[in-house]
């Protein structure tokens, strides 16, 4: 039997919701996966060729959440940086996948601190781009003691924060945005070198399909990865074939327990429901939508999300 990438591992998660996210951070810390949005998204590895990024740009081994990825066993994975940010006034902070990453280039070997998070809800309560910045904040606050002490804030080192969207709004759907800090002249024209202040972004890969725009390079791999109604087989063809991602796995099932189980599924299904509920109420009841979602008890958090699906229809 061939030997099984960690690729090919999280593509055989377990059979339960909890089992979907775990294969998903799984399949995210696989090197060739990362090093693949890294050049996507980071200017810092745009001229870099994807083999040289995974094997020498990326330190270490990762955590994932609070528990490491499986051993490796034909594949590469990253490790090597707690993913357990702990405060003793804010609490603990646990990211999804975190690593170090050298900048090409930089006589100084300068690491990058990336976090990469896989969101399967844009509407958790609040705005994700602010979850991104404090993630972003938390990670620059944490260096001190471990990259700098006492006044020597040259050595912070710069981070991002990566985030994943699989089931974004429509307005959304197959975007990359980047938030950073930059440089505004108001008076005068003095400047400062971009490294002393270009110490954080946001980045979010929002996810579509390939009915819309700009389905290609790293937005379709990503959706084709975590997709719920692709084949593994499929899957494989298009990471092999388009993407040069190599899974030596002997296929043991026809169908990714991925596919079969996600969360994005079991979630689809509710909120498929909870949607013809409201349309029903709306219909029947001459309800606004606000009056059918509170007839419902839709949460609060939860009801721009029906806003939205009912606009794409």
Known sequence: MDGETTIAQGLHATADSAGYDAACKRVLSEKAILARIMKSCLEEYKEHDVNDIAEKYIEGQPQVSAVPVLPDEGGTVISGMDTEDKSVREGTVTYDIRFRAIVPGSGEQIALIINVEAQNDFYPGYPLIKRGIYYCCRMISSQYSREFTGPHYEKIKKVYSIWICMKPPQYRENTITRYRLVEEHLVGEATEPVRN?????????????????????????????????????????????????????????????????????????????????????????????????????????????????LERQ
Do not use: F
Request: proline share 2%; with cysteine.
């Open 197 to 309: 202040y270009d110490l954080l972004s946001i980045i979010m890969l929002c996810l579509g399909g390939p009915d819309g725009a700009n389905y290609d390079g790293v937005l379709r791999m990503l959706d084709v990865l975590l997709s719920n109604e692709t084949s593994e087989a499929e899957k494989r063809k298009i990471l092999q074939d388009d993407y040069d991602i190599q899974m030596t796995q002997t296929m043991e099932r026809e169908v990714s327990v991925m596919c079969n189980l996600s969360k994005g599924v079991e979630e689809k299904g509710v909120a498929k429901g909870i949607l013809s509920s409201i349309k029903n109420l709306m219909e029947t009841m001459d309800l606004t939508i606000e009056q059918a979602m509170a007839a419902l008890k839709v949460p609060e958090n939860e009801r721009q999300k029906y806003v939205d699906l």
